[in-house]
């Protein structure tokens, strides 16, 4: 770096929840505790078993309240990751009479795309993926035209988009894919327990890490009359073999109690608190895009991306000086590839930085970052032989 090396910090500001949010305190209390009271595997006939199965079964009553289904259609998973995996293959495999199309929008979450391009491979299928404007927000007319054609096994649409922050109008696809019998898959990994997801959704997949639970859990519902077929091997538990951890379940069931009880106070305050970043962002920062819709969004999350220069580069100093943050970009072993959701807007992909923000963010927080974000940027940019802006 160029000038004098920023002085260590002195505290760390996390600006990176987006996926793994800090564990809430009520969801920390509950993990404890049922460590204690729910070790045992709840599939046994012992006390101690059975103890563990009521924690189970509680914990699975909640998260279908916080979600809006019935508690015997919610499936806990090992990770968010495998509940998208899931959901796709065993839809595609359930409805493979009815077609062998899958229906997707371009900005959906990699693991969503991957799964996706697994099953049209194996069945001789297709992925129609429909293009997104500037903001992230799905071509909705093209959405509805390739839902309502023949042969779709499966839609899916994102809820909002965890890495810009935009709403999608799934109201609008769940209607006419309800009208021409497709099954929808709304991923809510990025909004449950930070905006309302509603009931418009046939299969929804959420993400305990990103609402403040613990991460290494997901939770998958499917509503009544959604055909579903498993391609993995047998096991006790259908859809989620070998089961998961009851104290993860419980302080994930807890974590969204939590959240939903103080999301009015919590989005106001954190709306106040992007406001103040996108403004400040586009003014202090020179060769700057700040993206997403500003305001058909979510209310924690804030994009930017800076020309001249890569993500990770941002991040690296960004650590250096105390404040953690992410990056839309992908790091492979041997290439830096740009955000395909970045891509897909049209939008500019370098330097891309990503804020998500979380239930202990202050707004010192936020102003110290916009005190440091400015000089971060130049420095970096300065080491590529970029000052004249």
């Not at 910090?9 to 600006?15: D, K, N, Q, T």
């Not at 069931?253 to 709306?271: I, K, M, N, S």
């Not at 994009?303 to 953690?324: H, K, P």
Request: with cysteine.
């Amino acid at each position: 770096m160029t000038g004098a090396q920023p002085a260590p910090p002195s505290r760390r500001v996390v600006l990176d929840a987006g996926g793994r949010a800090p564990l809430l305190p009520q969801a920390r209390a509950a993990y404890v505790e049922a460590l204690d009271q729910g070790w045992a595997d709840p599939r046994r006939l012992h006390a101690e078993g059975r103890r563990a199965r009521l924690l189970l079964d509680g914990a699975r009553e909640a998260l279908a309240a916080g979600l809006g289904a019935r508690p015997q259609d919610v499936d806990l998973l090992g990770s968010h990751t495998l509940a998208l995996h899931h959901a796709v293959r065993s839809v595609a495999r359930g409805r493979r009479r009815a077609g062998t199309a899958v229906v997707v929008s371009a900005v959906e979450r990699a693991a969503l795309l991957h799964a996706t391009d697994f099953v049209v491979a194996r069945g001789g299928g297709e992925r129609r993926t429909i293009a997104v404007d500037q903001q992230g927000r799905v071509d909705l007319d093209a959405f509805v035209a390739q839902v309502s054609g023949p042969g779709v096994a499966l839609a899916a649409l994102q809820h909002a988009n965890g890495e810009v922050g935009t709403l999608q109008p799934v109201a609008e696809a769940h209607a006419a894919a309800r009208e021409a019998g497709v099954p929808l898959l709304v991923d809510a990994g990025a909004s449950m327990g930070h905006a309302p997801v509603g009931e418009a959704w046939d299969v929804l997949a959420a993400d305990p890490g990103d609402w403040g639970g613990p991460g290494g859990l997901g939770v998958l519902a499917t509503r009544a009359g959604v055909r579903r077929s498993p391609d993995w091997p047998d096991d006790d538990d259908r859809w989620a073999p070998g089961g998961v951890s009851v104290p993860a379940a419980l302080a994930a069931a807890v974590a969204l109690q939590t959240a939903v009880t103080e999301r009015d106070r919590q989005d106001a305050r954190l709306r106040a608190m992007v406001a103040e970043l996108r403004e400040r962002v586009a003014a202090t920062v020179p060769a700057v895009q700040v993206v997403g819709d500003p305001d058909r969004r979510l209310p924690h999350v804030v994009t930017f991306s800076c020309l001249y220069v890569d993500g990770e580069a941002i991040v690296g100093e960004l650590d250096r000086r105390g404040f953690a943050v992410g990056s839309g970009s992908a790091c492979t072993s041997s290439t830096l590839e740009p955000s395909h959701v970045l891509a897909a807007m049209g939008v500019l992909t370098q330097g891309n930085v990503r804020v998500a923000l979380h239930h202990g963010t202050t707004h010192d927080d936020v102003r110290d970052f916009l005190a440091v974000l400015p000089r971060a940027v130049a420095d970096v940019r300065a080491t590529l032989g970029v000052t004249d802006l």
